[in-house]
């Protein structure tokens, strides 16, 4: 069985396009950071102000770590999840990565009343948001096995092409050797 497991920047809906597919594919769906926020008993926001982002990003690698380990599973991870080789490792062996795609402002447009993002909690977030992409998209690209754009798109629209292209790629393996050769 294998897992799905959605990057992206934040705002770029993989959540609510992660729930969707887990319910047309009928897989359990996980969000990395709602599991830290069960474990912990205490929300992003307040890990943040107590341990600062170093302490987040520990729970973080140490969620995913258990995420990754599932048997089919639709998971939704953090903004941030790859920022750290070891996540980048686990989440490519842990199932196929779809990168969800989005642009700043559309970001910017999905996150504006969203008061449990601390990156964001900033007097400028469009450059908070420009400064993170600048970073992430390399990472995110260099671990996604599909990239998917989300702008201005129905999370359902997308779901779809999730699945058209997934179901058209060949198996992980082949593609890594024609990589290597």
Do not use: W
Not at 84 to 109: F, H, I
């Amino acid at each position: 069985m294998h897992n799905f497991i959605l990057v992206g920047p934040m705002g770029a809906g993989k959540s609510t396009i992660g729930r969707l597919l887990a319910k047309e594919l009928r897989l359990p769906f996980k969000d990395s950071d709602k599991e830290i926020e069960q474990r912990t008993g205490a929300s992003i926001p307040l890990i943040f102000d107590v341990e600062g982002e170093g302490g987040f990003r520990e729970r973080e690698r140490a969620v995913i770590a258990d995420l990754c380990q599932l048997e089919g599973v639709v998971l939704a991870t953090g903004g941030g999840a790859v920022l750290r080789e070891d996540n980048r490792q686990a989440l490519r062996a842990g199932g196929q990565v779809v990168y969800l795609c989005t642009s700043v402002d559309q970001q910017l447009e999905r996150t504006a009343r969203d008061r449990n993002r601390p990156l964001l909690q900033a007097s400028d977030p469009r450059s908070v948001l420009s400064a993170l992409m600048a970073i992430r998209d390399p990472l995110y690209r260099s671990i996604a096995d599909v990239i998917i754009e989300t702008d201005e798109r129905p999370p359902r629209m997308v779901v779809t092409e999730i699945l058209d292209r997934l179901a058209s790629l060949p198996p992980r393996e082949s593609r890594d050797e024609s990589a290597l050769s």
